[in-house]
């Protein structure tokens, strides 16, 4: 447990920040920082053909140990952290043996992570816990999941009793600002099948995430003086808002969980001659999320059609529900699920009320489900890990590649 303590901490304390207004990758030059050193640790703890290409993509390889045939597989995280709040001079926190309490993390700040509030932390009295100092982020999201697979690595090279077929390691930037997968070479990666090592509480076990679409609106209006406007204004402002108004009204994000879909307004300016909004969509179901699109096609035409085509409209599929791309392979779930039974944690599989990493690389040819890395409350100051959860990750990953060479 030490190892993979000392492992992560070393690693939160140097920030990965991504940021979305970059054009290049990585994102932010500072991600070459832990970049550069887990290429040199992959290569310390005896990883073979270790590479990290000119976007920081890092991959390396565990050689095979058994002499038949047994797929290839791999593991995949990023060393990004969120642009939502800081992850400059993180100063994490260790609590052992949680006594179930709030835990004050800033004093003067008055920063408290809280059982009240934050339910899941009750599941954890009595186990050490990692938090921030109540200033940054923690970045266990997904340094977590980079120091398991770099331990369960090290691990396996140590103990070649252990049989597995050869593993492929991948780390990416810019997960965060949802490229980590744009430029990840999945012929170079080799791997009949991955896992993203990106989940939250320990169990976590998913394959399915939403169809997601982000849609522009802008409204040209025309500003007349109101006293002599009649027949003559159009009201850029009223325009959006009928817009608004005509989506169903209960298919929002704060209205809807589990594989209930929505419409999200997220962004709304503007003046009488000129009003934008951007709005995400978001389906489990590909046929919804299809009509959810032309529901919104629709409304924005029959505006046009009364105000003249004052209403521009895009919409830009942004990634897909990888269940389609995992259930004809579904082997792999279950895999990981009896990896997971058989070092004694329960599986929670549950849908994605959002996109992985994964999602995007299921569509590239790289079916790849997600297991959970242990932490909670992502992207804030309120983030945490249970040393003990991401112990488990580590037995999770050296079971799923003994399991795999078990069975072929
Ligand atoms: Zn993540």
Redesign the pocket.
Known sequence: MQDIMNRFLNYVKIDTQSDSSSNITPSTAKQWNLANRLVDELREIGMSDVSIDENAYIMATLPSNVDHEVPTIGFI??FDTSPDFSGTNVNPKIINNYDGKDIILHEELDIILSPEYFDDLKQYEGKTLITTDGTTLLGA??KA?IAEIVTAMEYLINHPEIKHGEIRVGFTPD??IGRGAHKFDVDAFGADWAYTM?GSQIGELEYENFNAASAKIIVKGKSVHPGYAKGKMVNALLIANKIISLLPQSEVPEKTEGREGFFHVHHFKGEIEHAEMELIIRDHSKSRFEERKKLLNKIVSEQNVIYKNAVQLEIKDQYYNMKEKIEPVFHIVEIAKEAMESVGITPIIKPIRGG??GSQLSFMGLPCPNIF?GGHN?HGKYEYVPVESMAKAIEVIVKICELTAHKS
Do not use: L, Q
Request: hydrophobic content about 15%.
């Open positions: 995280s990023h999201d997904d999941g997960e965060e990106d992985t990493d890395a992502f």
